[in-house]
């Protein structure tokens, strides 16, 4: 069997076109532009490069950019002020303050003191507890993004044997949440996990969040299953920079039923997501209906 590919890239694509189909209607029916403000701290390249993106994403589908970039020596008390600022403000909708911090600010302090009705990247406690126990809250992009690619492909997933590698609160926990949500059978597994290939041969939707480089090969994936591959691993191979993601790519695409590739898989549906809560944070802010399609 050769998997259908999972087109993370036109996937995401459809998504920004729907926020930005969304976000003309509210702003001519009622004069509201959602705002999406990124904290950055210190001059990390990925970051910078990350935020760039973020920018330039929310610029396109219509919606206002706040950026604000800190030195790296900004202070606690510095950081907590801007946020509060920004939570008090309502032009703001959205609030992401771009991770990793400096070593000298405490995250989990800072995260938790974004609002977390703004809180688009859903790492705010309240949010975490809020998708533990099934109620509405702002969901982590990268495993929103999974699921919506999930849905389309399946319809329901329902009743699925869902085996998610990776137990990290930004990725395997949210995405093993919402697997539950829909109803799947999940299994976490982790680097403790005894007998891993057999665990993931149960998988009719397998997930990989591991951070090792194609370490989840073809002899570990069930005929048929879909594997949504979330790693983002940067290797050399025959002296040339290469991205590859957690999953042997060619070995489990001859096995599998469906398959997101690395580039052009997961990764572009993290900004689709984020511009996605940013609209969603929006219409509850205002009271106007939640874009259909666009939340778990
Ligand atoms: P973390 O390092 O936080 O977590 C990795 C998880 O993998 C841990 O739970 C760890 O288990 C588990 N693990 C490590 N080694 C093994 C092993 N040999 N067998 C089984 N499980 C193992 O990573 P993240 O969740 O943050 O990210 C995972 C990957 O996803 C990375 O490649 C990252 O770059 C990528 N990523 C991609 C995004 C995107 O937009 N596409 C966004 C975020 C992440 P244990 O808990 O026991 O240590």
Redesign the pocket.
């Given at each position: 069997m050769t998997a259908k590919v999972i087109d993370g890239k036109a996937f995401a694509a459809t998504v920004r076109g729907q926020v930005a189909a969304h976000v003309a209607r509210i702003k001519e029916e009622r004069g509201i532009t959602p705002g999406l403000a990124v904290v950055l701290v210190g001059e990390d390249p990925a970051s910078q490069v990350y935020v760039r993106n973020k920018h330039a994403s929310t610029i396109e589908v219509g919606m206002n950019s706040f950026e604000h970039r800190l030195s790296a020596e900004t202070g606690e008390a510095e950081l907590l002020a801007l946020i509060d600022k920004l939570n008090a403000d309502p032009a703001v909708h959205g609030i992401l303050v771009q991770l990793p911090l400096p070593g000298h600010l405490n995250s989990e302090l800072v995260i938790n003191r974004i609002a977390p009705s703004k809180d688009v990247d859903g790492f705010h406690i309240s949010n975490v507890g809020l998708l533990g126990t099934g109620q509405k809250s702002m969901v982590p992009c990268?495993p929103l993004g999974c699921l919506m690619m999930l849905r389309d492909h399946h319809g329901s997933l329902a009743g699925l044997n869902a085996v998610v590698?990776?137990?990290?609160n930004?990725?395997?926990k949210p995405m093993a949440q919402l697997l539950l949500g829909d109803s799947c059978t999940v299994t976490i597994?982790?680097?403790?996990?005894k007998d891993?290939a057999e665990v993931c041969r149960r998988a009719d939707i397998l997930v990989a969040?591991?951070?090792?480089p194609e370490?989840i090969t073809g002899d570990m994936v069930r005929p048929g299953a879909t594997v949504i591959d979330?790693?983002?691993?940067r290797i050399e191979r025959d002296g040339k920079a290469k991205l590859v993601g957690?999953v042997h790519y060619a070995s489990a695409a001859a096995v599998a039923g469906a398959i997101t590739p690395v580039p052009g898989g997961?990764?572009p549906m993290?900004i689709a997501c984020l511009l996605a809560n940013t609209l969603t944070a929006c219409c509850r802010a205002n009271g106007l209906p939640e874009p259909e399609g666009l939340t778990a």
């Open positions: 990268t590698v990776g137990r990290s930004i990725v395997g597994a982790h680097s403790r996990t891993l969040a591991v951070g090792r370490m979330v790693g983002i691993n957690d997961v990764g993290t």
